[in-house]
Structure formats: C-alpha cells, structure tokens
C-alpha cells in the first residue's frame, strides 16, 4: 500500500518567515494529495489539496507543490502568523477512496 | 455547515466494557473512517467502510469492530476495553473517489 513520509517531525519558525514542510510517497498511481492542519484540541481540517494533473496550487499566504518524479509534495507557508501554529498533516490517495497520512509535522510561529 | 458529529467528547470506562463510539455525518457520503490518534503515531486507520453494511480492515483492526446500517451513520465497537485503547478517535467522511475527508471532533477515550 501507499506509505507516506514528513520531514522535519518539527518545524520552528520566526513570525513572518516562510515554512516549508516536505512529504514523500510510494505509490506512483497516487492522483490526489491534500493537506491537514490540526490546531491543539480540534479537529484535522483540509486546509489545500492538489491533484496530480497540476504541479503547484495556492490559496493566498499557502501553497502546495507537486513532483511526481521524485514522488513529493511540499506545502508553503508565506508571512508565518502565531495562527499558523499547529500540526499539519499530508496525505495521498492512489484512488481507491482512501486517503495515507504521514505522522504530522508540528510547526511552532515565533512571536 | 457540513458535520461530522461524534456522540462523546470524553469518554471514561473500564477494562473489560464492552464500548461504542457513535459516528454521524449529514453529507450524504459512502465512505466512513475510523482513525485513532496517538502522539508521535499520527492518524492510523482502524476500520472503513465504503457503503451500508460494507466494512474492511485497515491498519490496525484488533480489538475492534464496526456496524454501518445506515448510509450516516458509523459506529466503533470495542469489544472488550483495555488500558492499550485508550487514545483519541477520529470519524471521518468522505464523498467516492480520491477526495478530502471531513473529520468529526474526536472522542478521547481513557480506560482505566
């Protein structure tokens, strides 16, 4: 089955900075590719998606881009706020209605 | 707004109960998840289910069972409560085909 990797397990970062956070995965029939965030307490929310007939998707301050070479795809985060604080979840699905998480990254905005 | 509603969010129980955590969505989605979430694990699948009466195992069914007899609704079954279950839970949904998932609030579960 699909296995999907995130690296760094934590990222810290200044407020205002740009955060990158980078997944790898397995399977190349993988079509579809959403990202997750997780504030302390909440739900996981869909936050960007992108599919494997673009190569880069934005939604004002993010952005996710897709290499399907190399199998990764990296979401973006420009002018960091503290709201930005929370864990964020990639995934990927070969299409077969079910989505592989990676472990989750926790990224910390430095007021 | 669409939801994914989880009957509890705190549950409490003893070792050796027999528990259900109840899942309802009003999306009118076929597929429903049952996820677990344990710090440094991430979200590891239990059970899923692709239409009403249907279920199929994910990563980590032991100890577990479900029930889909309706099209909303999703239920977990712990079958015998141990110490080892006790963790955060997660229902999701989903719409057929590659596609987001939306998640209900989770139950944290603690057995004693």
């Known amino acids: 089955g699909e296995n999907v990797e995130q690296h760094p397990s934590t990222l810290s970062v200044q407020e205002g900075d740009s955060a990158v956070i980078k997944c790898t995965y397995s399977d190349s029939a993988s079509n579809y590719f959403p990202w997750y965030k997780q504030e302390l307490g909440k739900r996981p929310q869909l936050i960007i998606d992108?599919?494997?007939?673009?190569g880069e998707k934005k939604d004002q301050r993010i952005a996710v881009t897709l290499n399907k070479t190399a199998k990764h795809f990296s979401l973006h985060i420009t002018e960091t706020q503290p709201e930005d604080s929370a864990v964020y979840f990639c995934?990927?699905?070969?299409?077969?209605?079910?989505?592989?998480f990676g472990k989750g990254n926790q990224v910390v905005v430095i007021p | 707004d669409v939801k994914v509603t989880q009957s509890s969010r705190y549950l409490v129980k003893r070792t050796g109960e027999k528990v259900f955590l109840e899942c309802v969505q009003d999306?009118?989605?076929?597929?429903m998840f049952w996820y677990r979430q344990d710090p440094g694990l991430g979200l590891r699948l239990i059970y899923f289910?692709?239409?009403?009466?249907?279920?199929e195992k994910g990563d980590i069914p032991e100890g577990y069972s479900v029930s889909r007899e309706k099209k909303e609704r999703f239920s977990l079954i712990l079958e015998s409560a141990s110490t080892n279950q006790t963790s955060m839970y997660l229902c999701?949904?989903?719409?057929?085909?590659?596609?987001?998932?939306?998640f209900g609030s989770g139950t944290r579960l603690t057995v004693v």
């Open positions: 289910s692709y239409d009403v009466k249907m279920k």
């Open positions: 999306m009118d989605h076929e597929n």
């Open positions: 995934a990927a699905s070969s299409g077969n209605n079910r989505l592989a």
């Open positions: 992108i599919r494997s007939n673009v």
């Open positions: 999701a949904s989903s719409f057929r085909g590659p596609g987001g998932y939306t």
